[in-house]
Structures are given as structure tokens and as C-alpha cells.
């Protein structure tokens, strides 16, 4: 009996953490994000502003999202690594079906860190540890498109002599589909959370059948050099059809740890102290 309505309570706590778009009428915004010259931008993250459902452009730079009335007078917001940010009000593009976004270039110059080769040492930092029965999920059965584009990371510091990132390695697990795609951003920090990002090309990573256990993404021809404490996250931005399930191992209390997550696109990060997540950073200093 006492089980019985823990049930119950669980699913009553379920049911009013769930958006509201589940249980209203929702309308589909749907588009595609294009460069200047038109080609389509894949993997762009959009998303409501500061809110939990977004998602990912595909590979052909189109993307859609169900939206309920209650997002009129929210925004959208539309970023990719390379390209200037772009915000939309919500209430313009119900009326627009299959929208074309288009995102201009960014230019920006990129501080120079000069790393000198002589006596440069190997350091490892993160966690190795992987027996626990504590996990986060990437994956919300039966909303997919709702939290495509979630990023799961941690922090590493660095100090400020320059250090050349070599490998990540982070831990699967749980996987029962049958094809996965990351991006692994690495950020700088300010205020405490993820800031800018300091890689210049997108980073992928891809996992087939099932796969779970380590994961290693090699660093070293991406020429990343840093002379501060980073931020790197695993975010999610494929999947195939079938699977519902992909999690990695947590760990709390983690003394002097910290944790990152962000739940869809374009959601706001939050930060939690004395968790740590099975990542791990090897790099030359």
C-alpha cells in the first residue's frame, strides 16, 4: 500500500514538471537555417529563450518544434558556432511555415595562447571512476525534440600556463540506440558558468549499436590551447529513430566537484556543486 502511493506521488511530481505543450493544442514551427550564401547549416541549436524545449537543425539544416500558445510572447533563438546569433518572436513564426533562417558569418579575432614545445609534460585531470548507480539521462521518452541539443559537463582547471588539450574521454552508460551523435564544446568561464567557446570547429563524435563504456575524442588536430580553467560538456544532437535511453554515470557527493547541465538549446545552465560526472581531460603543459 505505502509503494502504492509513492507511485502515485512520483507520477503526480511527473506529470507537473512535463510542459504544458503536452497537455494544450501545439502548432509546428518549422523551417531551415541557411549561411549567406544559402547552404544549409547543420546542427545549429534553436530553441525557446531561457526555456526548457529546443532542438537541433539536421543535417540538412531543417529543424521543427511543437509549440503551444502559451510561447507567444516568448523568443527564439538561433546560434551556431561561426555565425551570428539571431532572436525571433515566436508569435511571427506561427504564421510562417517553413521558414528560412538565415544566419550571417561572425568574424572575430581569437586571442593568441603560444604554447612552447620544450619540457611540455602529460597531465590528466577528471574522474575514472564508472561503478555507480547513480545516472543522468540525456534522453526524455516520448519527447524527442524537446530536449535535443542538451549539454552534460564539467570543469577542469587548468591554471594559467598554456596547456594543449590532446584527448577527452568521457563514459556511456546506457545506450540502446543504434546510432548517436555529440558535439563536445569547450568553453571559458565567467560568472561560474559556460561562457564562449573556445574550440573553432565543431568537434563530433559518433556511437554505433548500442555502444556503451569509454569514449575517446581525439583533441589533438584541432590545435586547442588554453590558459585558463575550462568548461568541456557532451552535447546531444543526433539519434537514430529507435531508442529511448542514454545516460552517463554521476556521482554525489564529489568533494570539490561541479557540475553543468543545460536541458535543451538555447535553456539557461545551471550549476551544481559536489557532482561529479566519469569525464576525463588529457593535455601537454
Do not use: C
Amino acid at each position: 500500500m505505502k509503494n502504492h502511493i509513492l507511485s502515485k506521488i512520483a507520477i503526480a511530481i511527473l506529470l507537473l514538471s512535463l510542459p504544458t505543450s503536452l497537455f494544450s493544442q501545439e502548432k509546428l514551427i518549422s523551417g531551415i537555417i541557411l549561411d549567406s550564401l544559402k547552404n544549409p547549416i547543420q546542427y545549429a541549436n534553436i530553441g525557446v529563450l531561457n526555456k526548457p524545449i529546443g532542438t537541433v537543425s539536421n543535417q540538412k539544416g531543417e529543424f521543427n518544434l511543437s509549440l503551444d500558445n502559451s510561447y507567444l510572447s516568448d523568443t527564439l533563438k538561433i546560434s551556431s558556432l561561426g555565425y551570428i546569433s539571431k532572436e525571433l518572436l515566436i508569435k511571427d513564426l506561427f504564421n510562417k511555415p517553413n521558414s528560412s533562417i538565415k544566419l550571417d558569418d561572425l568574424i572575430e579575432e581569437l586571442n593568441e595562447v603560444i604554447v612552447y614545445s620544450n619540457n611540455l609534460e602529460p597531465h590528466s585531470k577528471g574522474r575514472e571512476k564508472t561503478k555507480t548507480n547513480q545516472e543522468l539521462f540525456f534522453v526524455v521518452p516520448d519527447m524527442s525534440n524537446v530536449n535535443l541539443g542538451a549539454e552534460i559537463g564539467r570543469k577542469f582547471s587548468i591554471g594559467k600556463e598554456p596547456a594543449n588539450l590532446t584527448e577527452f574521454k568521457f563514459y556511456l552508460k546506457q545506450n540502446n540506440f543504434e546510432q548517436v551523435r555529440f558535439r563536445i564544446n569547450i568553453y571559458s568561464i565567467k560568472k561560474n558558468i559556460p561562457q564562449k567557446r573556445l574550440n573553432e570547429k565543431d568537434i563530433f563524435s559518433d556511437i554505433n549499436k548500442d555502444f556503451t563504456g569509454w569514449v575517446s575524442v581525439d583533441l589533438s588536430n584541432y590545435d586547442i590551447t588554453v590558459n585558463q580553467d575550462i568548461i568541456i560538456t557532451i552535447e546531444w544532437i543526433e539519434a537514430s529513430e529507435k531508442g529511448d535511453t542514454l545516460s552517463l554515470p554521476i556521482f554525489a557527493p564529489s568533494l570539490s566537484a561541479i557540475h553543468y547541465y543545460k536541458q535543451s538549446a538555447q535553456s539557461k545552465w545551471r550549476k551544481y556543486r559536489l557532482i561529479s560526472t566519469t569525464m576525463l581531460l588529457n593535455y601537454k603543459q
